[in-house]
Structure formats: structure tokens, C-alpha cells
């Protein structure tokens, strides 16, 4: 979880050297990944805390190309830095809430998607913020030339 929470900044931190390129209109830059890593991590945290509440959870029912399509339009005309600080509060809040989780819990995030108790969860979105990162990097550079 200690992982989850340094990469995450580290994506925060990347996005935050400079002004965020626009919304591509298309394939995707910067921008896109952010709309998409907020909104999924503040389901995270959603699905984390009606978890602990005991309170039950349905998973989204879908494709993920339509959720994160549906980032993309959701979030997109948000200031990136009114982005930036709800990816840090969810990620406050989904670090809280896995802190507590039973180690039995188990998280479904989509319907169909493989269920996973806390630790191997938080383990999963590490590596698809890690992937990002990358993206990210790489897209700057790419920008800034």
C-alpha cells in the first residue's frame, strides 16, 4: 500500500512540473490519463469505504473503454489542478480504507473483473499507475520538444 501511495504522488508530482497539455480529441495524452486516473480511484475509494461500511457495493456494468471514455467526458473541462487534489484525496481516502480492510475483504471494481482482497488490489493499481507514469513521461518529453 506504502507503493500504491509513492506512486501515485509520483504521478501527481510528474503532472504537476508544467501546464498539462490540452485534450487531444483523441488518442490519448496527459490529460486523458489524469481524467482517467481520478475517476477510477475515486471509485476505488467509493467501493473501499462501502466495503468497511458494510454497506453493498455493485460494481460498474460495462466495458472499461466506455468508463474511460466516460472520464474523458466527465472530467475533462476540470482544471488540472482541482484534478490533481481529488487524485490525492482519493488516494487519502482509498489508503485509509485499505489500511482497515479484513485481509478476507474482497474488492470488485466491475462487473466480470476479478475479485481481489486488499493487499494484491492495492498491488494491481499500483502497476496500472506505474504503466501511466510511464505514458506520462514519455508523452511530456514528447511535448516539451
Known amino acids: 500500500m506504502a507503493r500504491l501511495a509513492?506512486?501515485?504522488d509520483d504521478v501527481a508530482r510528474e503532472l504537476e512540473r508544467g501546464p498539462l497539455p490540452p485534450l487531444t480529441g483523441g488518442e490519448w495524452g496527459?490529460?486523458?490519463?489524469?481524467?482517467?486516473?481520478?475517476?477510477?480511484h475515486e471509485w476505488y475509494a467509493d467501493v473501499a469505504r462501502s466495503i468497511n461500511a458494510g454497506e453493498p457495493v455493485s460494481p460498474k456494468v460495462g466495458a472499461f473503454p466506455e468508463f474511460n471514455r466516460r472520464s474523458v467526458v466527465e472530467l475533462g473541462s476540470a482544471p488540472a489542478a482541482e484534478l490533481l487534489g481529488?487524485?490525492?484525496h482519493a488516494q487519502r481516502s482509498l489508503d485509509a480504507e485499505l489500511l482497515v480492510m479484513s485481509p478476507h475483504a474482497r474488492i470488485t471494481i466491475k462487473a466480470g473483473a476479478n475479485s481481489r482482497g486488499p493487499n494484491l488490489f492495492a498491488d494491481r493499481v499500483e502497476a496500472h499507475f506505474?504503466?501511466?507514469?510511464?505514458?506520462?513521461?514519455r508523452m511530456l518529453r514528447r511535448h516539451a520538444s
Open 86 to 88: 481529488r487524485l490525492r
Open 30 to 40: 496527459p490529460r486523458e490519463i489524469l481524467c482517467h486516473l481520478v475517476y477510477w
Open 130 to 137: 506505474r504503466g501511466h507514469l510511464h505514458d506520462i513521461r
Open 6 to 8: 509513492a506512486t501515485v
